[in-house]
């Protein structure tokens, strides 16, 4: 109960500091809410996963016990911040890619554009392979997995400038990510589509 009255709460913290950062004009509201609001936050620490059937997409976000989110052991900033790391990184069998999909009730593979398969602690933010960090997002209702995408994008630069930890920026995206997006100013919501292309201008199939 307590851990969730802590996600409750941080939700609620990022999106008052994201509407004051709005209204005050702030250019960098996420890195404003870490110093103000997340000093104190406990590591990410993922708990166990507890159900592999029948799972639920409510609200943005993947059954909390089918998809709590898992991490690579020992990942370091030094290492996710190097060029090309994710792809070194990334590893998910097709068959891995049907228990996933079966587990959250999907036909796979689903009608292009409709799902991707996401990494709930993104591969840039130091999440593993396990199947306990991914899930089938769709793209609707917005925002969905391509807003989501900025958000890493714009949580990883933050980390490799040295604004936030990694385990800060790992909590703040499963907490819930939809707060991280909607504190993002405008400004740099452009700059991060102009540097990291998304799936839709990219125009690949879901995964």
Request: charged share 15%.
């Amino acid at each position: 109960m307590t851990r969730y009255l802590k996600t409750i709460w941080l939700g609620i913290a990022f999106l008052i500091v994201g509407l004051a950062g709005y209204y005050a004009g702030q250019d960098s509201v996420v890195i404003v809410a870490q110093k103000s609001l997340l000093s104190n936050i406990e590591p990410f620490v993922p708990v166990v996963q507890t159900k592999t059937t029948s799972c639920i997409i409510a609200n943005h976000l993947p059954d909390p016990d089918c998809t709590p989110g898992a991490v690579f052991a020992g990942v370091t900033i030094e290492q996710i911040c190097v060029s090309g790391y994710t792809k070194t990184v990334r590893n998910v069998s097709d068959s891995l890619k049907k228990r996933v999909y079966r587990a959250y009730g999907v036909a796979y593979p689903p009608p292009f554009g409709t799902y991707e398969l996401d990494h709930y602690v993104p591969l840039a933010l130091g999440g593993s392979n396990d199947i306990a960090n991914l899930w089938p997002f769709p793209v609707d209702p917005r925002p969905g997995f391509i807003e989501k995408d900025l958000a890493v994008n714009y949580l990883h630069r933050e980390v490799c400038n040295g604004n936030i930890s990694l385990t800060v920026a790992q909590r703040a995206i499963t907490t819930p990510w939809v707060a991280v997006y909607n504190s993002i100013p405008q400004t740099d919501k452009e700059e991060l589509k102009r540097m990291f292309p998304t799936w839709a201008r990219n125009q690949k199939p879901a995964q």
